[in-house]
């Protein structure tokens, strides 16, 4: 089927549940929802009460039957393939630090820096709100221009760094109202 998806274009893309629904009950959607074909010329309607209602009453329900059968079998296959890739998702609260991945957001560090030197994980944000399972709202900076929610695979739990570890900016020494920083040479 993914190979007949890869030539169809995009005015029959469309088709695509319709051919899925055939090739899975050999019925078009029409004869799964109403029993019978389409009626495509001018037939006229028999007059009086129809026998076969109770026939058509039981083939419906056995239609139906079949359609709800093989689709929750397509759901299940397709469930099945899904997960294989789902990872089990963290457990995040309002109020938790978390780390959000640079990943997206290199296109706003390009001037700081080359590519390469930019942390994978941007400083602790606080968590403002579970939107749902999969995402959340952050506390982010002014100059961080993103949308404030998201996905929980751009997040990491901040681990709170060991003493030595993070290297701190050392304060400036103001000179005559101006700023300036004291440079050490390297013994190197």
Known sequence: MSSLCQTLNKRTIGLIPVIGLWLLTRMLPFKANYGQDPRI????RKKGKYEGAEKFVEKMKE???????????????TKKYADRKRAEVDDYKVEDLVMLSTKDLKYQMVRRRTEKLIERFASPYKIKK??????????????????????????????EQIEGQRKEQPAPVIIEGKEEWEVEKDSK
Request: net charge neutral.
């Open 130 to 159: 579970i939107v749902s399972l999969n995402a959340v709202e952050l506390e982010l900076l002014r100059t961080v221009k993103i949308h404030p929610v998201v996905n929980v695979s751009r997040i990491q739990h901040y681990v």
């Open 63 to 77: 239609i139906q039957k079949e359609t709800k059968a093989a689709l929750s079998k397509a759901q299940e296959e």
């Open 41 to 44: 010329g001018f037939e006229g």
